[in-house]
């Protein structure tokens, strides 16, 4: 069992929850992942590791409550309980040799963008990030940014905060101001990654995107991750979650994202009436 030591509410629906788990501590790295479970009849989630405290033996993951089980873990406290955190599993994020780097977030991927430009600018690395959002009541960990990059530039879609404009507005804008980047890492979601990547590529940039696709047990087995890269079958629980954009099969990415769209719909309205009923 795995104990919630710290809850913190980030913006309505999105939560970051501390948990003591210090085996996975001891070896997570900024872009791994793990996979928990609530109880012993739960299913199998993976989340990107937002942050970890080897010394107190504690990892930070950040949620969305959005489907039915993160819509569970979102009523459960500090002193609760997880029945299963699984990792750190996945690759982590190649940073040896870079010397300037942009860091393209989005949404709720600015939880998974954070640890990577902490660990690039702790290495000496110049970072320039560039965080998006739809509006400013979304905005998520813009003082970690400021703290872990050497510029930070928050952008919104309908110009409530910050600069105005998408991500991939912001990063051309970067780039043609003559920021010779070793290399964009983007994260968040996947048609943003995509157009970051078209953004990017008539540049020759090389960029590198974070996919999380659907996973199951995520060691391989059951194929459930595989996205095409390069013309080959790629799985993002052992073979990334990192890959170059320029490589991604965007579209069918896209497109098996999206494959249970209806019953985790059905599955979130499920939950919703189960829990208004238990209040009632």
């Known amino acids: 069992m795995y104990k919630i030591v710290k809850r913190e509410e980030l913006r309505p629906t999105l939560t970051r929850i ?19 479970r609530i109880d012993k009849n739960g ?21 969305q409550a959005a489907g039915a089980t993160t ?10 309980f997880l029945e299963d955190f699984v990792g750190p599993l996945g690759n982590p994020t190649p940073i040896d040799g870079l010397k300037k ?40 960990l ?5 703290d872990a990059s050497t510029r930070h530039i928050v952008c919104t879609d309908d110009g409530s905060y910050g600069e105005s404009g998408l991500v991939t507005e912001i990063l051309k804008k970067l780039i043609d101001e003559g920021n010779e980047y070793d290399e964009v ?7 943003m990654m995509k157009f970051v990547c078209k953004t990017t590529q008539p540049y020759g940039l090389k960029t590198v995107a974070s996919l999380s696709p659907l996973m199951v047990d995520g060691t391989g ?40 769209d209806g019953f985790e719909k059905h599955k979130r309205e499920e939950s919703c009436n189960l829990m208004n009923s238990e209040v009632r």
């Open 18 to 36: 501390s948990v003591e788990a210090p085996l996975v501590a001891r070896r997570a790295m900024p872009g791994q992942f793990i996979i928990f």
């Open 43 to 63: 299913e199998r989630v993976p989340l990107t590791i937002n942050g970890y405290d080897r010394e107190n033996g504690t990892v930070d993951i950040i949620f």
């Open 71 to 80: 819509m569970k873990l979102n009523t459960l406290q500090e002193g609760d």
């Open 101 to 140: 780097v942009a860091v393209v977030g989005g949404g709720v991927g600015c939880a998974i963008a954070y640890p990577v430009a902490k660990e690039l600018h702790d290495c000496g690395c110049e970072v320039h990030a560039v965080t998006g959002f739809k509006n400013k009541d979304l905005v998520i």
């Open 142 to 146: 813009e003082r970690e940014f400021d």
């Open 185 to 191: 890492i983007t994260i968040g979601p996947m048609p």
């Open 221 to 260: 087995m059951c194929g459930c991750c595989r996205v095409s890269v390069g013309g080959k079958m790629k799985f993002a629980c052992v073979d990334g979650p990192d890959f170059d954009g320029h490589q991604v099969d965007w579209d069918l990415a896209i497109s098996r994202s999206k494959i249970y």
